[in-house]
């Protein structure tokens, strides 16, 4: 099987060379076949590994999963095949991922994996029950920003004014359901304020309305607003990490303005169908992400795409899918957010 060629300016060091066979030497002395693919016909993985993306091609799911692949392939003695398959809030990509038994098919999942089941009743998944999780793979804050024109200057400044004018102030998501569209509303339960929603379909279509003033507000991805924020044509205001971004320095927390469970953040991770790798594979795999995740190769690639590695291992995975769960179904239920 050929191993694709690397993506130009990816390199491993030697020392992360050396941080990647650790691993597989350790998950050797377990007794498992970590760094031998041809070990024996049994052997995991046996084919090349597909990594379905359920977003399209040039995002940050679809980079992370590419560096990904480049950093395991020659670990894992086996091609890994990127497969976008965008549509639907990624629940087209999710179905096609549960319906591969093949023992060689991962899921790049997201936030809205997790979400999709609380909106929509097609999706008849359960994460936790469904999926085994491998390991998570990246994180990304979402920052609160409003138009560099705009009279709100701080976090303050915006419930002020959403109290004095409750119908005034409008928030930009994009879309129903979407992480932006929750955190917002999570936001104003917790101001005690009214923010009017306003769903696009995607940050692109929403952007030129937020920079020109037809919406207050906006949660938006950090990698998509950076640009313009550095340019001077929007204001953040805060961010949704637990710790300041070094990118917005000066820029603070919304949970150091008062808000503490207001940490929103986009994140990704692998996941398999239920079952369908033996758990050694599993455990090989996920030893090899975290190795690849700590790698100083990976994170400059990260750092590049506008994403922060995100190590966990696959028991921490779990339970932080199923905590997910629970918080976004609890803000979904009492806020009533429906999709038409």
Known sequence: MRV??????????????????????????????????AHAAQA????????????????????????????????????VIVDNKPGAGSAIGVAAALQSRDGHTLLMGSNSMVIN??????????VTRD???????????????????????????V??????????????????????????????????IQLTPVAYKGESALMPDLISGQVSLGFLNLPSVLTHIKSGRLRALAVSSAQPVSDLPGVPTLVSQGYPTMEFEGWATLVAPKGSIPPEGLARLQALLSAALESDAVRKRFTALGV???????????????EESERYAAIIKSRNIKVD
């Not at 390991?135 to 400044?157: C, I, N, T, Y």
Request: proline share 8%; no cysteine.
């Open 131 to 157: 999926f085994d999780a491998v390991g998570m793979v990246s994180s990304q804050p979402l920052v609160l920003v409003v138009p560099a024109a705009s009279a709100l200057k701080s976090v303050k400044d």
């Open 44 to 79: 995991w993985p046996a084919k090349a590994l597909r990594i379905i993306v359920p977003f399209a091609p040039g995002g940050g799911a679809d980079g992370s999963a590419r560096v990904l692949g480049e950093a395991l392939a020659p670990q894992l003695g086996q091609a």
């Open 4 to 37: 694709p060629q690397a993506i130009p300016g990816f390199q491993l060091s030697r020392r992360d060379s050396l941080r990647l066979l650790a691993s597989g030497a350790a998950l050797a002395g377990l007794g498992l076949t970590a760094l031998r693919p």
């Open 308 to 322: 922060a590695p995100m190590v966990r291992s696959q028991q921490a995975t779990g339970q932080f899918l199923k």
């Open 117 to 126: 089941p609380f909106l929509n009743p097609a999706a008849k998944y359960d």
């Open 159 to 192: 419930v002020a004014h959403a109290k004095a004018k409750p119908d005034e102030l409008s928030a930009g998501n994009s879309g129903t359901g979407t992480l932006a569209h929750i955190a917002s509303e999570s936001f104003a339960a917790q101001a005690g």
